[in-house]
């Protein structure tokens, strides 16, 4: 017979679709269902046994301006609080300086919850398991001795540094926006205690820093006064000092009963005046004498200025103009540019003389500068003779009163500044206000209980998920039609129903198939015939094989559904059975073929027809039983082919008798028969590549004991 040839089978990849998804979950319902109730007993645990924890807020309001009172300058007393100066605020409330007021103001050092090193007392508000833990911890360690918890008390400061500690790491501060409103957040295991902590760091604040602003206004005060009373008295001693010097040094204090002193600075004033004047008259000739060329002809003006001589410059410029019109109308050696020229050179002579004129003026006024001071500077010297012996001591006077003067700038500007800053008025109170005081939270923040069963219960439906799908592609059993196909490259022919709950016994199978032949059973063994007919029967084959890897996986089921279905489909099938067993195909149809079992190899003409046996139960099936060991099977099968138009050798499994193997060879063709759920796929291709060897035509699988078909 030739071989039946077959296109390569294309595996699709693995995926997950709805119907794979309902499947994987009827398939591994305990594995997902023991997941599922794990991880929500587990959820339901950590829900339980979780440390409470509760949080209890407090807020503080800070005015829009903050008074300094104890600052030195105006500017620096009112400023307005933006972002800076409010997260300075929060930084300082973070600080472990303050957190040392809230701790010493509560006594959080003999708290063993802040301070560590105290020894650990029992908490009302302890959890189970927390109970449950120090319960054992203390059996089999045993309670710490007394001399134990007092080698633990350290220093003082070392145990406030961990109350410290603790405290900041309990509780912390926000601020939304550019909002002037601080919110405390404290977080404890005891609700009581959390409300109380907050509004402590609320209050504490507030209190500690008006108090530092008290201080440091009665610090600014007493150094003031202090200050104030150390001038007053310098004061008094520089007074008494410039009052002896002028007596020693008979020196009067008003300027008018100094007839002298009088003259002497209204010359010196008049002297000064007219050096001034020499200076600027010196300085105009100078300049005037630089502007002059050699030539007399100016180069710059600006220090020679006179009526006339405007007049001259403006009328240069005219001819300047008109000579460059005429120059450029008619040429430059024509008789009206050189009229022009002409007037122009005279205009600019007139006006060198001019410039010398005025020089010779500016020089003489210096000449007469120079006289006047002269004069005033002998006048000067005359007088500066006589108070000669006074000008020390007048120095000395004026450095006196210089320095008095400047002690009595200090001593108003002290004055001022302790009449503006007066602690009786209340100015260091603080400028912010509690805005809300803590409640008393009754439910813990932590764990929130529906947050939690809400997400443990998802994570649990998604770890019974992954767990279906790691069991999924961790086993190696087969379950679809496909697997095999895709497995054997070779089409399903049937998937067998599982009737088993249905049936009590294998012999009920056939009976529910014929009386119910629209039944999903007596389809898969209808279409088993037919693609029989269709592939097999029609390349000449008659004789077909059911092989199985492993007892159990329903092979003889198959042969005697394949056979009924072909009888009452009007063919002539006889079923040869080599497992002679007590559950072989004639035992179960009640056909006895004990005395017909062909037990000796076959020889010549042998008369078949006695060996046959027929079944009374079914439509008359007929059964030959032959022991597999007599490896003649070609012989029987000879002989059947006329008879015949279906022969079915029902073979013993695979991993009962090796011989099938060999046996393959003396057939048309192999159906392999596998169990859903049963059948590994290494199995299955062990049995496929040993069935190679023998080059035996393996027309495809029968998946048999499907929950559903494909």
């Known amino acids: 017979m030739p071989a039946v040839q077959y296109r390569e089978a294309r595996v699709a990849p693995r995926g997950y679709g709805i119907r794979d ?27 339980a046994l979780l440390p409470r924890s509760y949080t209890a807020a407090s807020a ?23 972002r800076s100066v409010m997260e300075t605020e929060l930084d300082v409330i973070r600080s472990r300086v303050f957190v040392g007021v809230v701790v010493d103001a509560l006594n959080l050092v003999n708290d063993p919850d802040f301070n560590t090193y105290l020894p650990e007392t029992r908490s009302e508000h302890e959890t189970f398991l927390q109970s449950f833990f120090a319960n054992i911890s203390e059996f089999i360690f045993g309670a710490p001795a007394e001399s134990t918890q007092k080698e633990r008390l350290i220093s003082e400061n070392v145990q406030r540094n961990r109350a410290i500690s603790t405290l900041l790491n309990s509780y912390v501060v926000t601020r939304t926006g550019e909002s002037l409103a601080l919110t405390i957040r404290v977080v404890q295991s005891n609700p009581l205690k959390a409300a109380t902590i907050a509004d402590a760091l609320a209050e504490q604040y507030l209190s500690w820093t008006a108090k530092k602003t008290e201080e440091a206004t009665n610090n600014t005060v007493a150094y003031l006064r202090g200050e104030m009373a150390n001038s007053a008295t310098r004061i008094a001693g520089m007074e008494r000092d410039i009052a002896a010097f002028a007596r020693d040094s008979d020196l009067t204090f008003d300027p008018q009963d100094d007839v002298l002193r009088a003259r002497m600075l209204q010359l010196n004033e008049q002297y000064v005046t007219l050096r001034v004047e020499e200076a600027g008259a010196v300085a105009k000739y100078n300049e005037a004498k630089q502007l002059v060329s050699s030539d007399g002809k100016e180069l710059a003006g600006g220090a020679l200025t006179s009526t006339q001589l405007d007049q001259l410059r403006g009328e240069e410029a005219r001819l300047e103009r008109t000579r460059a019109q005429l120059g450029a109308k008619f040429g430059k050696n024509h008789p009206l540019v050189l009229d022009a020229t002409n007037e122009l050179e005279s205009v600019r002579t007139m006006i060198g003389n001019e410039a010398q004129r005025l020089v010779h003026e500016l020089a003489n006024n210096a000449k007469v500068a120079t006289v006047r001071a002269e004069k005033f500077q002998t006048e000067l010297s005359a007088l500066q003779d006589k108070v000669q012996g006074r000008n020390l001591a007048e120095i000395r006077r004026r450095e006196l009163a210089r320095d008095l003067q400047s002690e009595q700038a200090i001593y108003d500007q002290i004055v001022l500044r302790l009449g503006a800053l007066n602690p009786e008025r209340g100015e260091y109170k603080p400028t912010a206000r509690i805005a809300s005081y803590a409640e008393v939270p009754t439910k813990p923040t932590f764990p929130n209980n529906t947050l939690v069963i809400v997400a443990g219960s998802i994570g649990a439906v998604l770890l019974a998920v992954v767990g279906v799908i790691i069991s999924d592609s961790l086993e190696s059993r ?29 012999s009920a199978f056939y009976h529910y198939m014929l009386n119910n032949p629209e039944s999903p059973a007596a389809t898969a063994m209808r279409t088993l015939c037919m693609a029989w007919l269709t592939i097999d029967h029609e390349a000449g084959g008659k004789v077909v094989m059911l092989c199985s890897p492993a007892l159990g996986d329903g092979k003889t089921t198959v042969a005697l559904g394949m056979a009924t279905m072909a009888k009452v489909d009007g063919l002539r099938p006889i079923v040869i059975d080599l497992d002679m067993s007590a559950q072989s195909a004639p035992n179960i149809a009640g056909a006895n073929t004990k005395d017909t079992a062909i037990t000796a190899p076959l020889e010549g003409k042998v008369d078949i027809k006695s060996r046959i046996a027929t079944s009374p139960a079914y439509p008359h099936l007929e059964f030959i039983s032959v022991r597999p060991g007599l490896m003649n099977l070609d012989v029987l099968c000879a002989e059947l082919r006329d008879s015949y138009d279906l ?15 060999w046996l393959a060879s003396h057939v048309d063709s192999v159906i392999l028969v596998c169990r859903s759920g049963v059948t590994t796929d290494r199995q299955l291709a062990n049995v496929q590549q040993r069935l190679s060897l023998n080059h035996a035509v393996i027309l495809g699988n029968v998946m048999n004991y499907c929950d559903r078909s494909e």
Not at 479 to 504: F, H, I, T, W
């Open 647 to 661: 022969i079915i050798v029902d073979a013993p499994a695979v991993e009962e008798n090796e011989g099938v193997i």
């Open 478 to 506: 087969l379950y679809l039609p496909r697997d095999a196909e895709q497995l054997l490259n070779r089409p399903n022919l049937a998937s067998v129903p599982d009737m088993r709950k249905r049936l009590r016994n294998s």
């Open 21 to 47: 998804l309902v499947e994987l979950f009827r398939r591994y319902r305990v594995i997902f269902f023991s997941l599922l109730g794990f991880a929500l007993l587990a959820t339901l645990l950590t829900a």
């Open 60 to 82: 503080i309001v800070f005015d829009r301006n903050d008074v300094r009172p104890y600052e030195a300058q105006v500017e620096l007393r009112k400023l307005e609080r933006d």
